[in-house]
C-alpha cells in the first residue's frame, strides 16, 4: 500500500525513493507487526481470558504441564492479524507469491481456528478430529499447487543441497510434492508447539533466514552468483518474511517461559502453512529440511513413535513429540526449549552455508 502510494512520489522528493527498497520495506514491515503485537497483546489476552478462551491439558501429557490448564490460547490470531496489516501495508500489490502465500496463512489459520474454537467449546483437547483437519489442509494445499502449476507455470524442478548440478525434474508430480511440502510444514510447527515458545524462535528463526533467500531469489544478480534460481517479484516475500518475524518476536514477548498466551492451531498450522509455501516459491523446498530441522525432528518422533508401537509394541521415546521425551528424562523446561533453540541457529547456519557449497 505505502509502496503503491508513496514511492510515485519520489520524482518531486527523493526521500520516497526508500519505498522501492524491499530491504527498506522488509525492516518496516517487522518493526510495524513487531509494534501491533507489543501494544495489542495485553488487552487481546485480557479479551481471550474474559471470553474463557483458555487452554485445556490433555491428560496422557506430562504432569507438570496440568498448572498451564486455564491459560488463554489462539494468540495466534493476532500473529496473523499483525502478519497482514504489515504485509498489506509494506508488502507490493503486483508480487503473486506474497498474496498466495499469505492466501495460505490465512486458510490454514482458518482451519486452526476452528480446531480451536471445538476445543474450547468442548472444553478438552479433543478438537476436530486428526482426519478432518488432514482433508481440509490437503484440500487448500492442493488448489493452490494446481494453481501455481497450471496457472504460474512455477518451476517444476528441484534445488537439492550441496549439489549444483542436480535439479531433478518433477513435471506434473510437483503438485503431490507441494502438498506434501505445504501440510508437512503445517503439521510439524504444530507438533512442535507444546511448550513455552519452543515453535515461536524456531519459526522466527526460519522465516528471517527465508526472507534472505527470497531477497537473493528475487535478484537477479545475486541469484546467477550464488546459482540459485531466479524469481521475478520473489524478493517480495522477504517483506512477508519480515512480517512473520516481527510478529513472532511480539508474541514471544508474552508466549516466553511461563507463558502468558498460547499459539493455539490458528497460529501453528498457519505459520507451518506459510512456511511451505516460502520454500516452494523460493526453490528450496528440499533445503526446508535443515531451516526447519527441529519441526522434522518433532515430526519424525511422532512418526516413528506410532509406527514402533503398532509394529512391535514398543516406544521408542517415553513420549513424544521429542520435546517431551527430554522433559521425561528430568530437563527443566526452559533447558528444553533454549537447547531447541540454539539447534534451529545452527540449522540455519548450515542451510545458509549451502548456498556457496552448491
Known sequence: MLFEWLYPLHAEHIIFNVFRYITFRTFGSLVTALAI???????FIARLRNWQMTQYIRDEGPQSHQTKTGTPTMGGILILISITISTILWGNFSSIPTWCTLGVLLLYGAIGLWDDLT????????????????????LTAAGFAIWLWRGMHIDTSLSVPFIKTFR????????????????????????????????????????????????AAGHSLIAEYLQIPHLAGGGELAVFCGAVVGAGIGFLWYNAYPAEVFMGDVGSLALGGALGM??????????????????????????????????????????????????????????????????????AMVAL????LR
Open 37 to 43: 503485537y507489543l501494544f495489542l497483546g495485553r488487552y
Open 119 to 138: 476445543k474450547v467449546r468442548g472444553k478438552n483437547n479433543q478438537g476436530l478430529t486428526g482426519r478432518m483437519k488432514l482433508i481440509l489442509q490437503v
Open 168 to 215: 531433478p525434474e518433477l513435471g506434473a508430480w510437483y503438485v503431490l510434492f507441494a502438498i506434501l511440502v505445504v501440510v508437512g510444514a503445517s503439521n510439524a510447527v504444530n507438533l512442535t508447539d507444546g511448550l513455552d515458545g519452543l515453535a515461536t524462535m524456531p519459526s522466527i528463526v526460519a522465516f528471517a533466514t527465508y526472507a534472505f533467500l527470497a531477497y
Open 278 to 347: 516460502v520454500s516452494i516459491f523460493t526453490k528450496n523446498e528440499l533445503l526446508l529440511m535443515i531451516i526447519g530441522g527441529i519441526f522434522v525432528l518433532e515430526a519424525l518422533s511422532v512418526i516413528t513413535q506410532v509406527i514402533s508401537f503398532k509394529l512391535t509394541g514398543r516406544r521408542i521415546f517415553r513420549m513424544a513429540p521429542l520435546h517431551h521425551h527430554f522433559e521425561l528424562k528430568g530437563w527443566a523446561e526452559p533447558k528444553v526449549i533454549v537447547r531447541f533453540w540454539i539447534i534451529s541457529f545452527i540449522l
Open 353 to 356: 552455508s549451502t548456498l556457496k
